[in-house]
């Protein structure tokens, strides 16, 4: 496929490049060099992209890599606040316990004690090894929306 690096802004929605869409002689957002190109090879924002040239077209994207960086320092600053978040809890949580406080609720905050406490929950890999006929009966399939899984580098 000969995707197009300014298919990104054409009003179709579609992401090749016109000299290969069916549509370029009625597209209202066909790409200008149509008429100045003999095809897509002479235009430098025309990107043949394989399974094996993907992975290299994307890297080299630089929309791609400004997100892939953006989501790496979100994810950083995520982290640092949830440390910071983890540490208030805990002396919110402390504090609580001392005055033997349950409920706190003013203007800027609802905040309920919860005391320690045990749960039970199944072990599934086990249960599936020691009783596979039991595991598969009280077994429920959800869809899973598609999404990424991102783990930031250092």
Do not use: W
């Not at 992401?15 to 549509?23: A, P, Q, R």
């Not at 994207?61 to 953006?70: F, L, R």
């Not at 320092?73 to 982290?79: A, E, P, T, V």
Request: glycine letters at 2%; hydrophobic letters at 30%.
């Amino acid at each position: 496929m000969i995707k197009c690096k300014q298919s990104e802004n054409a009003e179709c929605g579609k992401n090749i490049c016109c000299f290969h869409c069916d549509m370029k002689e009625t597209c209202e957002s066909a790409c200008s060099l149509l008429d100045e190109l003999k095809d897509s090879s002479e235009c430098e924002d025309a990107v043949e992209v394989t399974e094996e040239t993907s992975l290299t077209a994307f890297n080299s994207d630089e929309k791609a890599v400004a997100i892939m960086k953006k989501i790496a320092d979100l994810d950083r600053q995520k982290k640092a606040l949830e440390a910071q978040d983890k540490e208030i809890r805990k002396q919110l949580t402390d504090v609580m316990n001392i005055y033997g406080v349950k409920n706190v609720e003013n203007d800027i905050l609802k905040i309920t004690y919860v005391a320690e406490s045990t749960r039970t929950t199944i072990d599934s890999a086990k249960l599936k090894k020691d009783h596979p006929d039991l595991a598969e009966k009280y077994s429920k399939t959800s869809k899973v929306s598609a999404s990424v899984r991102i783990s930031v580098k250092g």
